[in-house]
C-alpha cells in the first residue's frame, strides 16, 4: 500500500541555519507529493508540491524535489526564521482508477528555530 | 472568506454523550474528508466523501457516523464518546477532476475532551 516516512522530530536550528526534513514514500503508480505546515493552534496549510519526477516545488524560501530513483521528497530551506517553528508533515496523493484517493500523511516533524 | 469551517472550536463532553462536529465549505469541492490528529500518530483518515450521497470509511472509522446530503457540508457524529477519541479532528476538501491530483483545503480544526 500507500504510505510516507519522515524523519522523526523535533529538529531544533538556530535561526539563519539550513534546514533539511527527509520524506520518503511508498507508492503504487505516479503520486503527486505534497508538503503541508501547521503552526501552532491551526489547522495544516499547503507548503508546496510536486506532480511528476523531477519537478521542484517551492515557496517560501522552502524547496522539495520528486525524486523517484530515490522515492524522496526532502524538504530544505537555506536559512531558518523564528517564524518557522511549526510541525511539518509530508503526504502523498495516489491516482486511481477513480476520480481520486485519500491524502496520505507522514507523522510530522516538529521544527524548533530558536533566535 | 471562502474556505473549510469547522464548529465547534473546542468541546468537552462525557464519556456516552453524542454529538456531531460541523464542516462546511464554500468552493465546490466535490471530495471532503475528516482526520484525526493524535500526538506522534500523524493525520489518520477517519471518512471520506467524494460526493453528495456517497461515504466510505478511511484508517480509523469505529465510533463515528457520517453523511453527505450536500456538497457544501461534512458532519461528523460520534454516537457514545470514549476517552479514545479524545484528540484533534479536521476536516479537509478538496476538488476531484479524472486523471488530475489537488492538494487539500483544511479547516481550523476541533479540539475534543472525552472524560
Known amino acids: 500500500g500507500n504510505s510516507v516516512t519522515q524523519m522523526e522530530g523535533p529538529v531544533t536550528l538556530s535561526e539563519e541555519a539550513f534546514l533539511t526534513i527527509n520524506c520518503t514514500y511508498t507508492?503504487?503508480?505516479?503520486?503527486?507529493l505534497f508538503w503541508y505546515v501547521q503552526y501552532p493552534g491551526e489547522g495544516l496549510q499547503l507548503l508546496l508540491k510536486a506532480t511528476k519526477a523531477d519537478d521542484k516545488g517551492s515557496n517560501k524560501g522552502f524547496e522539495a524535489t520528486y525524486r523517484k530513483e530515490t522515492t524522496s521528497f526532502h524538504l530544505e530551506k537555506g536559512s531558518v526564521q523564528v517564524s518557522d517553528s511549526a510541525v511539518y508533515f509530508c503526504a502523498l496523493r495516489a491516482l486511481t482508477n477513480q476520480a481520486g484517493t485519500a491524502l496520505i500523511f507522514g507523522k510530522g516533524t516538529t521544527l524548533s528555530v530558536s533566535s | 472568506n471562502a474556505g473549510v469551517t469547522q464548529t465547534p472550536k473546542f468541546q468537552v463532553l462525557k464519556t456516552g454523550q453524542s454529538m456531531t462536529l460541523q464542516c462546511a465549505q464554500d468552493?465546490?469541492?466535490?471530495?471532503m474528508s475528516w482526520y484525526r490528529q493524535d500526538p506522534g500518530m500523524g493525520l489518520r483518515l477517519i471518512h471520506y466523501s467524494v460526493g453528495a450521497g456517497i461515504t466510505d470509511q478511511g484508517e480509523v472509522p469505529n465510533g463515528y457516523n457520517v453523511s453527505r446530503s450536500t456538497t457544501e457540508d461534512f458532519p461528523l457524529r460520534l454516537l457514545s464518546a470514549a476517552p479514545s477519541q479524545t484528540s484533534v479532528y479536521f476536516c479537509a476538501s478538496s476538488l476531484l477532476r479524472t486523471g488530475l491530483i489537488y492538494g487539500y483545503t483544511f479547516g481550523s480544526g476541533t479540539r475534543l475532551t472525552v472524560v
Open positions: 507508492a503504487t503508480g505516479y503520486p503527486s
Open positions: 468552493m465546490n469541492h466535490e471530495y
